[in-house]
């Protein structure tokens, strides 16, 4: 049995979905039909639902830059630990009004890696509760204006 590299799908997901040019189309390709995502307490199910759910939090961010920060992987590569940053201007994150605050955010995703090599469930946690602070704080709103 041949053991995947798994950090190196991982990182060509986070290279070909989320970094500049983004490509939400490329899901088709590296993720499972049944590709679930879990992220904010709630759960993604199915490529279609995964791509319309990238494609609304990216129309949220402007600017938005996603960086790679590390990836590991256990002995087999069934499951990856990726940790990474994300930095771009509010444009209606998490429910907030459009405001253009920038903000960073920071989080860690665990990867189900098949052995076909296709993403199977992605666990997202991240800093949500700074950020929001972050881009509602009145003090941020008054250096943007």
């Known amino acids: 049995m041949t053991q995947l590299d798994s950090v190196a799908i991982v990182e060509n997901f986070w290279r070909e979905v989320w970094q500049q040019p983004q490509n939400p189309d490329a899901i088709d390709r ?12 709630r759960e993604i199910i199915g490529r279609e639902p995964f791509k319309a759910w990238v494609n609304e939090f990216l129309a949220k961010v402007h600017g938005f830059q996603f960086h790679i920060v590390e ?25 907030t009004q459009p405001n253009g605050v920038p903000f960073e955010m920071t989080g860690t995703a665990v990867w ?6 296709l993403l199977r469930h992605n666990w997202v946690e991240r800093n949500a509760f700074e950020v929001h602070g972050a881009i509602t704080r009145e003090d941020a709103l008054a250096n943007v204006f």
């Open 112 to 117: 189900e890696v098949g052995p076909d090599g």
């Open 71 to 95: 990836t590991f992987q256990n002995h087999d590569g069934s499951r990856v630990a990726s940790r990474w940053r994300v930095t771009g201007r509010n444009n209606g994150l998490m429910g």
């Open 30 to 41: 590296l993720v499972h039909e049944e590709f679930v995502i879990t992220s904010g307490g």
